[in-house]
């Protein structure tokens, strides 16, 4: 398996007073044989940044590579396409007028498998891998549930034999008791065959589940990134700190009774708009630790914060360890940049 | 449903029924007529021209005394021949110009389409006539001038098909696959616009029957000695007061060919399009004896649901998706509503709102709230207290207000409709209530248009709209699932504000243990259309009974699952609401169901403390449910 990075990349929709800038410079590593949980809210440019990787829109700046190659403007490195993507919704991902053994077929490499008869034995391999049978190899989408089909976009997506998969949110048009298989099979998929994975969602239990490292994105800019368990434990960004006390089940920063633990300027704040971002730092019009509760911080409204040299390659002016706890004496050893160097790769 | 039975479907019904037998008689008359009366129209006889219709000549004889009645039958040859070598020109026109802009690119597509759009504007007749002119009068120039007078409402048709199927994932699967433009277009696009597109043809095939008929009319089309109907109703038109059937015959001929193909084309379409087949009513029928305790209605009991049954008609038979629920809700008591998509959790709720509309049907032995029983139809006051006190707020904020008027005006309207309120009271009104949930400088954001909020602050109008009146129950389906996470907790953070402010009672659904944990003193768990259990929330972890439960809660991650082991996983899929098992619904995937499971399904039975639950084996000690593969 290879190595996906990212160089300063930015995707823009539009032009002129609509223009909308959905990724904004982004650096980001998915090392060779590991999964990267990429985590943000709607509108953060998380899908974005991953429609782009495999070509389904142009990078408007930057570079993404493969092994050190670029990939070209139709996601090609020297005629192949070495990154293949799972659709969030397994219901639109798959032409209903296909069997499902033609659509994985249709991705296998015309020049690695030749013959029908060898392409019938890779189909039937790959629904084998996905356990979803290969006798269903002649049955339509519609006769499978959502579970099954999501198998089988996970099949199809192999069959291209790409060097990344990107998972695109593929867990959330899912019922919780489907969620679990797919994530299993993810994960058993992925040590098996020492995938390396751009894994999207917005559910930090999931990604904490699947990942190796997480990539915390917002409005456009990653803001936080280091391995999973670290940033979970020890999260650096108030973004990150905002995201896991919503995850955390009763102890969120703003509970059930009301009373919230935020600042009530900053429990009010409105999420801003993509498509007029904040000067400076991104996160300051609703950020506990910037300049609605510190008035001296106007840093924050002027200057973007540099990412390099803190610790997670944390996207703030004001990277402090976190005022409550869980405080793990794991993460103590991390006050110091080699973060950084995993981050780069 | 496939392709056999939904044609089947089409012929059942009587219009589609007659429609194809027509169009049989067409087609089969369009090919045996000339061989079998071909002779007999050319036949010239000198001595018998321009008769009446008679016994020998049912339509009389032509200015040649050949018969007309022959010649109308032998025409429906030429005249069907060339309606359709029309509309295929058309077709094949139509899907190059529509198909043009996806495999041209953007730039060279966006020509296409405003070339498309001016043609589409351009009338038809008149576009005809025009190149009939330019082709030469004759069968080939009137051909070409149908046909391609007709392309462009066809390319239109094609364009707004394609770009539609052209946004689905799949077509961005298959191009990130490495599926080439033309491949993507003739696999994916063109099978799933086909449909529609053979329905608009046939029915353009009527309507270039009926243009040809009239360019031969006029002389521009068929020439002689070729003929068909138009150039036989011309021919006849001239003596008409002699002998009018001359004229009617080939008429009526041109009108019954037309509808056949333009009845097929419709009946076809309401075939494939909408499902038509007459659904078989569900009937009512008086609830099941069975007697599930309930919390006893006292005076604080807000609302009181006993077997509540929902059903919908389906193709084969009514379908029941709620069935046979039994809740109270409190006063202030926040109880929620955990389940599955089709476990029957919304239309529990909506049901509770009297917001299931025909064909759907509620039943129920017991439907009370605030004592007012809402199975009977609403006198004025129910409804006004059903608009005052009981406040609904949907999952999709987005298509919960109307787009085109102001936030402020939609919330005023409640007041106004069941308040009474005068128009300046009721804004005002309005205003406070955007302030009461939390929406900034809410006098101006009173004037916006919906588009104009966020996500979170219009599922907080939302409410505020609900609290116009003074709500006693909120009922949110699914309030946060469109939501963020972190917008997610503000509004249910003001869901327990004001439950603690005033006391509001709130029914909420959700598929989502964690927000339901966080809110609610009580849950609800529904499967399959029925409440398997209910137990208060802080016994949820730890004390839930129902294997149902206890896997729901184990299956979904959370900050503490252990990444080493498989995520515990519920094997099989949801039971589908069509066809219930006969026993206990969750049986098929559930690790303790034995064969009396799978024959009889539990009651739901209350223990002294107020908790139910519905199973066999609700009293064996907790079992892990089954890991790993599904």
């Not at chain 1, 949980?37 to 070509?55: D, F």
């Not at chain 1, 940033?231 to 700190?241: A, F, I, K």
């Not at chain 2, 020509?111 to 069968?139: K, R």
């Not at chain 2, 202030?332 to 709720?349: H, N, Q």
Request: aromatic residues 4%; proline residues 8%; contains cysteine.
């Amino acid at each position: 398996m290879s190595e996906l990075s990212f160089e300063n990349v930015s995707v823009r929709f539009g032009t002129g007073r609509r223009a909308l800038t959905a990724v904004d410079g982004v650096d980001l590593t998915v090392p060779s044989g590991s999964v990267v949980g990429l985590v943000g809210e709607s509108g953060s440019g998380k899908s974005s940044l991953a429609r782009a990787a495999v070509g389904l829109h142009p990078v408007s700046g930057g570079r993404i590579l493969v092994d050190g190659a670029p990939l070209g403007r139709d996601g090609r490195v020297g005629g192949r396409r070495p990154l293949q993507m799972v659709f969030q919704d397994p219901y639109s991902s798959l032409d209903p007028r296909m069997t499902i053994g033609a659509s994985i077929a249709e991705t296998l490499p015309r020049d690695a498998v030749r013959g029908s008869a060898a392409r019938r034995d890779e189909v039937a391999r790959l629904l084998g891998l996905v356990d979803v049978g290969a006798e269903r190899a002649h049955m339509y989408p519609g006769q499978l549930s959502g579970g099954q089909r999501q198998r089988v976009a996970l099949a199809r997506a192999l069959a291209g034999r790409p060097d990344v998969v990107i998972a695109d949110e593929i867990t959330s048009a899912l019922d919780v008791s489907i969620q679990g298989t797919v994530l299993n099979l993810v994960r058993d998929l992925q040590r098996r065959l020492r995938l390396s994975m751009l894994f999207i969602t917005h559910d930090l239990a999931v990604v904490r589940y699947v990942s190796d490292h997480i990539a915390v994105m917002y409005l456009g800019r990653i803001v936080e990134f280091g391995p999973a368990e670290q940033v979970l434990r020890d999260p650096r960004h108030p973004y990150t700190r905002e995201l896991l006390a919503a995850a955390r089940p009763g102890g969120s920063a703003a509970g059930p009774t009301g009373a919230s633990a935020l600042p009530a300027v900053v429990a009010d704040a409105e999420p801003a708009d993509p498509h007029h971002p904040p000067t400076g730092c991104r996160f300051h019009p609703r950020c506990p630790v910037g300049p609605l509760v510190h008035a001296d911080r106007t840093v924050c409204r002027e200057r973007d914060p540099a990412a390099a040299g803190h610790p997670h390659r944390t996207a703030c002016h004001f990277v402090t360890v976190p005022p409550a706890p869980p405080h793990d004496p794991v993460c103590h050893g991390l006050a110091e940049p080699p973060a950084a160097a995993t981050a780069t790769g | 449903m496939t392709w056999r039975a939904r044609w089947r479907g089409v012929l059942r019904t009587p219009v589609g029924a007659s429609a194809a037998a027509l169009l049989g008689a067409v087609l089969l008359l369009a090919v045996l007529a000339p061989l079998l009366w071909g002779a007999r129209a050319e036949a010239v006889d000198t001595a018998q021209i321009l008769r009446p219709a008679s016994g020998a000549h049912w339509a009389g004889t032509d200015a040649l005394g050949r018969d007309i009645f022959s010649r109308v039958l032998v025409a429906t040859g030429t005249s069907v021949r060339l309606a359709l070598a029309a509309t295929a020109l058309a077709v094949l026109a139509g899907l190059l110009l529509g198909t043009a802009p996806l495999l041209l690119g953007p730039r060279w597509g966006r020509l296409v389409t405003a070339t498309v759009n001016v043609a589409v504007a351009f009338p038809g007749l008149l576009l005809a006539l025009s190149f009939a002119v330019i082709f030469g009068a004759g069968a080939r120039g009137a051909v070409l001038a149908i046909g391609l007078a007709g392309a462009p409402a066809f390319a239109r048709l094609v364009q707004t098909l394609t770009a539609t199927v052209a946004g689905r994932d799949f077509v961005a699967a298959a191009r990130v696959a490495g599926v080439g433009r033309v491949r993507v277009l003739v696999r994916h696009i063109l099978p799933n616009v086909g449909e529609p597109l053979v329905v608009n043809a046939t029915i353009g095939a009527g309507g270039a029957l009926l243009a040809f008929a009239g360019l031969s009319f006029l002389g521009l089309g068929v020439q002689a000695p070729e003929y068909d109907w138009g150039r036989l109703l011309g021919e006849g038109l001239n003596g008409i007061y002699l002998n009018p059937a001359a004229a009617l015959v080939p008429g009526t001929a041109v009108v019954l060919a037309g509808l056949a193909f333009n009845l097929f084309g419709e009946a076809v379409a309401k075939g494939f399009g909408v499902h038509t087949a007459a659904p078989r009513r569900a009937r009512r029928r008086s609830p099941e004896p069975s007697v599930p305790a309930v919390a006893p209605a006292g005076s604080d009991v807000l609302l009181h649901v006993e077997e509540l049954r929902v059903s919908f008609p389906g193709p084969a038979g009514p379908v029941t998706p709620v069935r046979g629920v039994s809740l109270s809700v409190r006063r202030g008591e926040t109880v929620g509503i955990v389940g599955e998509s089709g476990s029957g959790k919304s239309l529990t709720a909506l049901a509770v709102a009297r917001l299931i509309e025909e064909p759907g049907l509620v039943e129920a032995r017991r439907l009370d709230f605030l004592g007012h029983d809402l199975r009977e139809a609403p006198t004025r006051a129910v409804r006004r207290l059903l608009g005052t006190s009981l406040a609904m707020v949907f999952q999709d904020p987005a298509t919960s207000f109307n787009p085109t008027r102001r936030i402020g005006t939609q919330l005023a309207e409640v007041a106004r409709e069941h308040l009474g309120a005068d128009r300046r009271a009721a804004l005002d009104r309005a205003v406070d209530r955007l302030r009461a949930v939390h929406i900034p400088a809410p006098r101006r954001r009173a004037r916006q248009f919906p588009h104009e909020f966020s996500g979170g602050m219009r599922q907080r109008a939302m409410i505020g709209m609900g609290l116009m009146g003074s709500p006693q129950l909120i009922v949110a389906d699914e309030p946060t699932t469109a939501l963020d996470v972190t917008v997610q907790q503000r509004v249910l953070r003001l869901l327990a504000e004001l439950r603690a402010a005033h006391g509001v009672a709130i029914l909420l659904i959700s598929h989502d243990m964690g927000v339901i944990e966080q809110v609610c003193d009580r849950v609800l768990v529904m499967y399959a259309g029925r409440i398997v259990e209910d137990l208060p929330t802080a016994e949820l972890r730890d004390a839930a009974r129902h294997p149902y439960t206890r896997a729901l809660l184990a299956a979904v991650p959370d900050l503490s699952t252990d990444r080493d082991e498989p995520l515990p996983v519920i094997p099989g899929r949801p039971a589908d609401p069509a066809a219930p098992p006969p026993g206990c619904a969750f049986a098929p995937r559930c690790p303790l169901a034995d064969d009396h499971c799978r024959s009889s399904d539990p009651a739901l039975v209350a223990d002294g403390a107020g908790r139910r639950v519905a199973c066999w084996h609700a009293d064996r000690s907790p079992v892990g449910v089954a890991k790993g593969s599904a």
